[in-house]
């Protein structure tokens, strides 16, 4: 579906989002969320966004009012909480009378299109994640017979057609960032889909955030430094970035490694980097987005290695600050990435780090730059606007779905 045109003025939208797994630190969510609140604030609108967090909270902010209600610690994310109990947030949404409601949890929170539709909002669907990738995530696992993993795969996506089938028909968009996160919809045949691409900061992010003291931290004259920047959680797959940097090390190139993120797999990580003998240091959650960004503009290659990703805030902000992206093949961001990049098949991205690293320097970086200044957050922003402005003028899709 095409994008409708941009705002131009008008009426003022009270814009409610919901919002379930929200880095509690950090996270392409949490980016995304913030920058679109922005976005819509400057723009006229009342952004109300309510999501999860250790305690209750209202406040105004840059992004407009952010309600924080408590939510339960989903267990092996890293720290992500999700709001379950219906019963208050339906109170709440009632309370707030909005004029629009954006829903970004394709789960826990997909009731809320229904409630929508009963009170006679138009809503709108982000879709964050995969969920055909994220059900067929159990059916990757090393040993696992081929039956039974092509078993695992068919429930996966018939698990995913069916709550996608349910979301098209109470929402009146359905938003996917990347052409492969439009995927699992267009296999169903919803026809309420649009695309936008996200966005990157560029002043935030730039190559004048290189930093000849962050390298010297990390790295010695002469050596590569590799960084990696995700939540260490299982679907992530921050193993293949060990898997790589042994792979380097073993064919001669003196590389380290750098990971900034924090999860579940961490303590593992750490172990297997010191009982392997790879030169890795993890520095947790970096909060400071300027240090983030000098550690991305000084590092020779920045490694993406989930396979479930379905845009990748990360990688656009590595390639940002100009420098290239080893990423997963499988994943929405060769699409990303474009020819700034290397996609990798498989578990090991050594090789995609050595074809990167043969890319003369000033030219890699100018090409990575060059990529990133396609997507800006403003023009993300008027994009999502315009479908808020648009779906009062649309009935909702008819789809064959089976009962609540």
């Known amino acids: 579906m095409t994008a409708p045109a941009a705002h131009t003025g008008g009426t003022s939208l009270r814009i409610v989002r919901l919002a379930n797994y929200v880095g509690p630190r950090s996270g392409g969510m949490r980016t995304a969320l913030r920058e679109l609140g922005a976005g819509y604030l400057k723009a006229g609108h009342e952004p109300v966004l309510i999501m999860p967090g250790r305690r209750r909270s209202d406040e105004q902010t840059a992004q407009g009012r952010v309600i924080t209600r408590h939510g339960l610690v989903v267990p092996w994310t890293g720290g992500y909480r999700a709001m379950l109990p219906r019963r208050g947030l339906k109170s709440l949404l009632t309370q707030l009378r909005p ?215 990360a990688a656009l902000e590595a390639l940002a600050c100009g420098t290239p992206v080893v990423v997963s093949a499988d994943s929405a961001l060769p699409e990303v990435i474009g020819a700034a990049g290397v996609a990798v098949s498989g578990e090991d991205f050594a090789d995609g780090v050595r074809t990167a690293l043969r890319w003369p320097g000033g030219e890699r970086r100018a090409r990575a730059r060059a990529r990133a200044e396609e997507f800006g957050w403003p023009a993300s922003a008027a994009a999502f606007l315009a479908v808020h402005e648009s779906v009062n003028r649309d009935p909702f899709p008819t789809l064959r779905t089976g009962a609540e």
Not at 133 to 162: N, T
């Open 99 to 313: 004029d629009r409601i954006e829903v970004s949890d394709r789960t826990t929170l997909r009731w809320a299109g229904r409630w929508a539709r009963e009170h006679g909002v138009p809503a709108v669907m982000v879709s964050h994640e995969s969920l055909t990738g994220l059900f067929s995530l159990p059916a990757d696992v090393s040993g696992m017979s081929r039956w039974r993993s092509r078993l695992l795969s068919h429930v996966a996506h018939a698990l995913a057609d069916d709550l996608n089938r349910r979301s098209a028909c109470d929402y009146q968009r359905i938003v996917c960032t990347t052409k492969w996160a439009a995927t699992e919809f267009e296999r169903i045949g919803t026809p309420n889909l649009i695309r936008i691409p996200l966005g990157v900061d560029l002043e935030l992010f730039s190559p004048e955030r290189y930093s000849e003291t962050v390298r010297e931290t990390y790295v010695r004259p002469g050596q590569t430094l590799l960084a990696v920047c995700t939540r260490l959680s299982v679907e992530k797959k921050p193993h293949r970035c060990l898997t790589a940097l042994d792979s380097l090390r073993r064919a001669g190139t003196d590389a380290v490694l750098v990971v900034a993120g924090d999860g579940p797999l961490r303590r593992r990580m750490e172990r297997a980097a010191r009982s392997a003998g790879l030169p890795v240091t993890f520095t947790g959650f970096i909060t400071d987005p300027k240090a983030l960004a000098a550690l991305l503009a000084s590092a020779d290659v920045v490694l993406a290695p989930g396979p479930v990703e379905t845009f990748g805030l």
